[in-house]
């Protein structure tokens, strides 16, 4: 008798327990986004970050979500790295020097800032645009021969990133 009383508290809480869960407030989700904002901002300063794009625009004009994390490209410092057909057109880890890096913000807030990049197998320039208190960003890759790539994703700090680089960058 002990033993299903047990069992049904049990089965009660289990049910119960759900509805007490809280739900983010208008004021607490603003919050997170404002602090991903200043995080990706402080990243994109200092050069160090990383953007793993979350979908992309196929050649057909259709829009594709990416699961892959080997796409990515990335600022470590002097270098950018660019890896993959979705943000370069080539499968090859490209080391990139960016001969053109100002990340500038508006009056409202937003960042905007083209960096304009080369390397062995390819060159041209990102145009990034980031809203203000998100850490989305808009990608524009335009080669110098080739068609311009379109993607989004999230730009996140170099340390915190999940992302699959090859070794032996070109």
Do not use: H
Request: a positive charge.
């Amino acid at each position: 008798m002990i033993m299903k009383k047990s069992i049904l508290l049990a089965v009660a809480m289990m049910l119960v327990m759900p509805l007490f869960a809280q739900k983010l407030s208008k004021e607490e989700k603003a919050a997170i986004a404002k602090a991903g904002y200043e995080l990706a901002l402080e990243a994109v300063k200092s050069k160090a970050w990383v953007l793993v794009p979350s979908s992309y625009t196929q050649k057909d004009g259709m829009i594709a979500n990416n699961i892959d994390n080997s796409e990515f490209i990335s600022c470590e410092g002097e270098y950018m790295y660019a890896q993959g057909r979705i943000v370069c057109d080539n499968n090859y880890t490209n080391q990139l020097n960016p001969t053109s890096y100002e990340p500038k913000t508006d009056k409202k807030g937003n960042l905007r800032f083209t960096i304009v990049v080369s390397g062995r197998m390819m060159r041209g320039s990102y145009t990034i645009s980031m809203r203000v208190n998100t850490n989305t960003a808009d990608v524009i890759f335009a080669p110098n021969k080739g068609d311009a790539k379109r993607f989004s994703g999230t730009i996140v700090p170099l340390k915190q990133a999940s992302y699959n680089k090859r070794s032996n960058p070109i």
